[in-house]
C-alpha cells in the first residue's frame, strides 16, 4: 500500500487553499496518496461574507480522531499576528487523545503558511505548528535548500527551512506566485518521500 498524507489546513481567502492543492500534486508525483481536508470554520458565515472569506472551498472538514490514519500529516494555516489561525488551534486543541495515546508517535509532519507581508511571523507559526506535531512524537520534515526557489531573491516570494509558504498582500490580493507553487509540490513531493522511507 501507498504511503497516505493528510494535508489538513484553514485558509481565509484562499491562499493556504492553492497551496495544499500543490504539496498534494507533489505527494502524488511521488507515488503516496494525497488527502486534502480543512478545519471547521468558527467564524458565523454573515461575518465570514462581509469579510469576503472565500467559503465555496471543496476540501472536506476532517475531524481529529483520523489523523491516526494517515502515515503522515502536513499543516496549514495563514499567520495571525506571528501565531496560527484560531481555527486550527482549535481543531488541534481536540487532539488530546490521540497524544494521550501516542497514536501519532513516528508519522512525518511538515507545515505551510501564509502572511499578508514579508517578515510578518511566517517563521513563528511554521515553528508554532511543527511544535504541535513535535508535541505528538512525530518526525518532522523541513524544506531543504535543495529546492533553488528558497534562495530566489530578485522577486518578492515565500519559502524558509522550516515549510513551504506564500504572501498575500496586504489586503490579500497577491495570488500565489509560480515560484512558491513551485516550492509548494517540491515539499509535497519531499515529505512524501521521507514518509515512504519510514513507513516502508
Do not use: C
Amino acid at each position: 500500500m501507498s504511503a497516505r498524507i493528510l494535508i489538513l489546513y484553514y485558509s481565509s481567502y484562499g491562499h493556504i487553499e492553492t497551496m495544499a492543492y500543490a504539496i498534494a500534486k507533489g505527494i502524488e508525483s511521488s507515488g503516496a496518496t494525497a488527502v486534502v481536508k480543512r478545519v471547521p470554520e468558527t467564524v458565523p458565515e454573515e461575518i465570514a461574507r462581509k469579510n469576503h472569506f472565500k467559503l465555496d472551498q471543496t476540501a472536506q472538514i476532517a475531524t481529529p480522531g483520523e489523523l491516526a490514519d494517515y502515515d503522515g500529516i502536513i499543516l496549514g494555516t495563514g499567520t495571525r499576528f506571528g501565531r496560527i489561525s484560531s481555527q486550527m488551534a482549535s481543531f488541534l486543541d481536540q487532539t488530546g487523545g490521540l497524544w494521550a495515546k501516542g497514536a501519532l508517535i513516528g508519522k512525518v509532519g511538515g507545515a505551510f503558511t501564509s502572511t499578508g507581508t514579508q517578515h510578518a511571523g511566517q517563521e513563528m507559526t511554521l515553528m508554532s505548528l511543527i511544535t504541535n506535531l513535535m508535541h505528538y512524537g512525530m518526525t518532522i520534515a523541513s524544506f531543504p535548500f535543495t529546492f533553488a526557489g528558497l534562495s530566489e531573491i530578485n522577486e518578492v516570494t515565500g519559502g524558509t527551512p522550516y515549510g513551504a509558504s506564500t504572501i498575500a498582500g496586504p489586503d490579500g490580493s497577491r495570488a500565489v506566485s509560480q515560484n512558491e507553487l513551485n516550492g509548494a509540490e517540491f515539499f509535497g513531493k519531499h515529505v512524501a518521500e521521507i514518509t515512504k522511507k519510514l513507513s516502508a
